[in-house]
Protein backbone atom coordinates (compact mmCIF):
# COMPACT_ATOMS: atom_id res chain seq x y z
CA UNK A 1 0.00 0.00 0.00
CA UNK A 2 0.90 3.57 -0.82
CA UNK A 3 -0.33 6.13 1.28
CA UNK A 4 -0.25 9.97 0.41
CA UNK A 5 -0.95 12.86 3.05
CA UNK A 6 -1.81 16.42 2.41
CA UNK A 7 -1.09 18.99 5.06
CA UNK A 8 -1.36 23.01 4.99
CA UNK A 9 -4.25 23.91 3.39
CA UNK A 10 -6.57 26.71 5.16
CA UNK A 11 -8.40 29.80 4.64
CA UNK A 12 -6.56 32.97 3.24
CA UNK A 13 -7.18 36.42 1.69
CA UNK A 14 -6.57 37.14 -1.61
CA UNK A 15 -3.48 38.02 -2.62
CA UNK A 16 -2.12 35.87 0.52
CA UNK A 17 -0.03 32.69 0.29
CA UNK A 18 0.01 29.45 1.63
CA UNK A 19 2.37 25.74 1.46
CA UNK A 20 1.15 22.65 0.30
CA UNK A 21 2.68 19.73 1.75
CA UNK A 22 2.50 15.87 0.81
CA UNK A 23 4.41 12.93 2.44
CA UNK A 24 4.72 10.10 0.69
CA UNK A 25 4.56 6.52 2.97
CA UNK A 26 4.26 2.60 2.38
CA UNK A 27 5.28 0.04 0.04
CA UNK A 28 7.26 2.37 -2.43
CA UNK A 29 10.36 1.11 -4.19
CA UNK A 30 10.59 4.50 -6.61
CA UNK A 31 8.30 7.62 -7.38
CA UNK A 32 8.27 8.53 -11.03
CA UNK A 33 6.53 11.68 -10.38
CA UNK A 34 4.48 13.84 -8.22
CA UNK A 35 1.88 15.83 -8.56
CA UNK A 36 -0.78 18.44 -7.20
CA UNK A 37 -4.58 18.36 -8.55
CA UNK A 38 -7.74 20.41 -7.52
CA UNK A 39 -11.32 20.35 -7.63
CA UNK A 40 -13.70 23.51 -7.04
CA UNK A 41 -17.52 22.27 -6.54
CA UNK A 42 -19.39 21.09 -9.06
CA UNK A 43 -16.02 21.15 -11.47
CA UNK A 44 -13.78 18.40 -12.61
CA UNK A 45 -10.63 17.71 -11.01
CA UNK A 46 -7.85 19.42 -13.15
CA UNK A 47 -4.25 19.65 -13.14
CA UNK A 48 -2.42 22.01 -11.13
CA UNK A 49 1.44 21.25 -11.00
CA UNK A 50 3.65 18.11 -11.35
CA UNK A 51 7.37 17.81 -10.55
CA UNK A 52 9.50 14.11 -12.00
CA UNK A 53 11.98 12.26 -10.43
CA UNK A 54 14.56 14.58 -12.15
CA UNK A 55 13.18 17.43 -11.08
CA UNK A 56 11.15 18.90 -14.79
CA UNK A 57 8.28 20.94 -13.60
CA UNK A 58 4.80 21.20 -15.44
CA UNK A 59 2.18 23.75 -14.38
CA UNK A 60 -1.83 24.34 -15.21
CA UNK A 61 -1.14 28.45 -17.39
CA UNK A 62 -3.44 29.16 -14.60
CA UNK A 63 -1.05 28.90 -11.93
CA UNK A 64 2.16 30.07 -13.54
CA UNK A 65 4.44 32.42 -12.57
CA UNK A 66 1.71 32.24 -8.92
CA UNK A 67 2.63 28.73 -8.22
CA UNK A 68 5.69 26.43 -7.41
CA UNK A 69 5.79 22.85 -6.65
CA UNK A 70 9.30 21.08 -5.54
CA UNK A 71 10.10 17.99 -3.70
CA UNK A 72 12.51 16.59 -1.02
CA UNK A 73 13.50 12.94 -2.11
CA UNK A 74 14.87 12.33 0.98
CA UNK A 75 11.77 12.67 2.67
CA UNK A 76 9.25 11.47 -0.50
CA UNK A 77 7.42 14.60 -0.18
CA UNK A 78 6.29 17.23 -2.51
CA UNK A 79 5.06 20.92 -1.93
CA UNK A 80 3.20 23.16 -3.53
CA UNK A 81 4.09 27.05 -2.68
CA UNK A 82 0.95 29.26 -3.65
CA UNK A 83 1.46 32.88 -3.84
CA UNK A 84 -0.80 35.65 -4.84
CA UNK A 85 -3.59 33.58 -4.03
CA UNK A 86 -7.34 34.50 -5.54
CA UNK A 87 -10.64 33.34 -5.38
CA UNK A 88 -10.99 31.43 -8.51
CA UNK A 89 -8.20 29.11 -6.50
CA UNK A 90 -10.52 28.01 -4.09
CA UNK A 91 -10.71 24.14 -4.36
CA UNK A 92 -10.13 20.54 -2.86
CA UNK A 93 -6.33 20.35 -3.43
CA UNK A 94 -5.31 16.65 -4.22
CA UNK A 95 -1.69 15.09 -3.93
CA UNK A 96 -0.86 12.16 -6.67
CA UNK A 97 1.67 9.95 -7.15
CA UNK A 98 3.08 7.80 -10.06
CA UNK A 99 4.85 5.44 -8.15
CA UNK A 100 6.68 2.21 -8.37
CA UNK A 101 5.66 -0.69 -5.30
CA UNK A 102 7.73 -3.38 -3.57
CA UNK A 103 5.85 -5.70 -5.64
CA UNK A 104 7.17 -3.82 -8.70
CA UNK A 105 3.80 -2.88 -9.87
CA UNK A 106 3.86 0.93 -11.21
CA UNK A 107 0.40 2.92 -10.97
CA UNK A 108 -0.08 6.18 -11.27
CA UNK A 109 -3.15 6.51 -9.31
CA UNK A 110 -2.00 6.88 -5.29
CA UNK A 111 -3.98 9.78 -4.40
CA UNK A 112 -4.36 11.77 -0.72
CA UNK A 113 -7.10 12.64 0.77
CA UNK A 114 -7.27 16.29 -0.08
CA UNK A 115 -7.05 19.21 1.63
CA UNK A 116 -9.38 22.83 1.66
CA UNK A 117 -8.13 26.25 0.18
CA UNK A 118 -10.13 28.56 0.48
CA UNK A 119 -9.26 32.22 -0.60
CA UNK A 120 -12.17 35.15 0.64
CA UNK A 121 -11.84 38.10 2.21
Known amino acids: QVQLVESGGGLVQPGGSLRLSCAAS????????MGWYRQAPEKERELVAT???????NYADSVKGRFTISKDNAKSTAYLQMNSLKPTDTAVYYCNADAVTFAGERRNDFWGQGTQVTVSS
Open 51 to 57: ITSGGST
Open 26 to 33: GSILAINS
